[in-house]
């Protein structure tokens, strides 16, 4: 088995840096890879394009997924992966800026296993993100239907 690849799916730089460290910060040392877009994500979920070459058998164990995101918005993005049976199990968590009713709920009506608005303040990130890792990384147990 591979190691646990957890697919951090964020457009703004500061926020993905701020996301990496508290990662870092919390000592999850799964190997993250970055999509800058909603197309660059789908691409790595589906292996086409730049990651044609990645083995589609081996899904991330988590998304972390920003709405706000060029090329595809976030929301089509987990719809995407929710409407194709190799991923509809894949987890997503939605962490995002957002605290908006609307995106809350279009969300959660999207397939999403979980929505975290991000704190302004470091601390509270970091201990957001070292929450996040340990219940989806460590306690959490993954579909018998997903991939890996």
Same mark, same amino acid.
């Given at each position: 088995? #591979? !190691? *646990?690849?957890?697919?951090?799916? !964020?457009?703004?730089?500061?926020?993905?840096?701020? @996301?990496?460290? $508290?990662?870092?910060?919390?000592?999850? $040392?799964?190997?993250?890879?970055?999509?800058?877009? +909603?197309a660059e994500a789908l691409?790595?979920?589906? $292996?086409?394009?730049?990651?044609? +070459?990645?083995?589609?058998? &081996?899904?991330? *164990?988590?998304?972390?997924?920003?709405?706000?995101?060029?090329?595809?918005? +976030?929301?089509?993005?987990?719809?995407?992966? %929710?409407?194709?049976?190799?991923t509809k199990l894949l987890?997503?968590?939605?962490? @995002?800026? #957002?605290? !908006?009713?609307?995106?809350?709920?279009?969300?959660? &009506? #999207?397939? $999403?296993?979980?929505?975290?608005?991000?704190?302004?303040?470091?601390?509270?990130?970091? !201990?957001?993100?070292?929450?996040?890792?340990?219940?989806?990384?460590?306690?959490?147990? %993954? #579909?018998? +239907? @997903? @991939?890996?």
């Amino acid at each position: 088995m #591979s !190691e *646990q690849i957890i697919l951090l799916v !964020e457009d703004n730089p500061s926020d993905e840096e701020l @996301t990496l460290m $508290a990662l870092r910060k919390a000592n999850i $040392a799964n190997e993250v890879v970055v999509a800058r877009d +909603g197309a660059e994500a789908l691409d790595y979920v589906f $292996a086409k394009g730049l990651f044609s +070459g990645r083995n589609p058998a &081996e899904a991330p *164990q988590v998304v972390l997924l920003d709405l706000n995101l060029p090329k595809i918005g +976030g929301l089509e993005v987990l719809r995407r992966i %929710r409407a194709d049976a190799r991923t509809k199990l894949l987890p997503v968590v939605i962490l @995002t800026s #957002s605290s !908006e009713d609307k995106d809350l709920i279009g969300g959660y &009506e #999207s397939g $999403a296993n979980s929505y975290i608005v991000k704190p302004v303040d470091f601390t509270q990130f970091s !201990e957001a993100v070292r929450q996040l890792g340990l219940y989806w990384l460590v306690l959490n147990h %993954r #579909s018998p +239907g @997903t @991939t890996r």
